[in-house]
């Protein structure tokens, strides 16, 4: 399978686990939320390790997997509670900004300069951010702006976005200093026991439902998380991380038509044509590179 069908099959796990995840866990606190997905992950991710040749991985991998673990168990944790506390349509768009702000850390870490193009897929981003809340423009010209500061599921996902055009590239250099299902296998089991170990500091609600009553949800949500997995590594390390990403972002449209279809979520075409315009922008960034 090549790179791009790989890539389109991660955009699609990805918007149904999102849409699984907010639709069969969200009565739950995000910390439950986020328990409940990863540990759906591990059986299929021991599966993969088991069935997967003998890999040693280097001191290159272990440094990155360590420098990228407390990032993503911030991001995911905030992932969890942006999906809870905000429509899909509303929240989900805004990780259209982490090619935005993988232009910023490009040109901290590598010195990468913007071409026009960049630029111009930047402001098509923000311009999509802006058409997201299009109706509240009856409340002025800022009106959308401000609808983005209320909605906190809006800039939980726009925080996630920096922390990911961080992890990203520490992502792919695991994956080039072992393999993709070794590192997709590997790196879950690991931010598995690091999201579970911290259960005591959760201050959970005994009243909460079990970790495992909805068993048969948690097995699909597993598989199609494991999924999304493995096709994000195996794709990436096949072609420019930038290009990967580009198509994968296609999630957010997806994530749009899931937020109609399953909850009913108001003033669809405003935002899907938001988010329509938002993945341009990441197109433009990542071809014009």
């Known amino acids: ?77 905030l992932y969890m509670r942006a999906l809870k506390l905000s429509p899909l349509s509303l929240s989900v768009p805004f990780l259209a900004f982490t090619p935005v702000f993988m232009i910023l850390t490009g040109r901290l870490l590598l010195d990468e300069t913007i071409t026009a193009g960049g630029a111009t897929g930047i402001a098509l981003i923000v311009a999509g951010a802006y058409v997201l809340n299009l109706s509240k423009m009856k409340t002025g010209l800022l009106g959308p702006i401000r609808a983005v500061a209320r909605e906190p599921g809006s800039w939980i996902m726009l925080s996630i976005s920096v922390l990911y055009a961080v992890t990203a590239p520490l992502g792919k250099i695991a994956v080039l200093h072992s393999n993709p299902w070794f590192f997709a296998a590997v790196y879950n089991l690991v931010l598995t026991v690091v999201i579970v170990s911290l259960w005591p500091l959760a201050g959970n609600d005994r009243n909460a439902p079990g970790l495992f009553s909805r068993p048969q949800a948690m097995l699909m949500l597993g598989l199609v998380c494991s999924v999304e997995n493995v096709c994000h590594m195996m794709a990436i390390a096949q072609v420019e991380a930038a290009y990967m990403i580009a198509i994968k972002r296609l999630s957010l449209l997806l994530g749009v038509v899931y937020g109609a279809w399953w909850f009913g979520e108001q003033n669809i075409r405003e935002r899907l044509a938001g988010a329509a315009i938002m993945v341009a922008g990441v197109f433009l960034i990542k071809w014009s590179q």
């Open 1 to 77: 399978m090549t790179w791009f069908l790989l890539s389109l099959t991660a955009a699609l796990c990805l918007a149904t686990a999102d849409a699984m995840t907010k639709r069969f866990f969200g009565d739950l606190a995000p910390y439950r939320m986020g328990v409940t997905r990863i540990v759906a992950i591990a059986p299929w991710m021991v599966l993969t390790l088991l069935f997967l040749p003998a890999v040693v991985p280097d001191g290159t991998f272990w440094l990155a997997l360590a420098a990228a673990l407390p990032l993503e168990v911030t991001a995911f944790f």
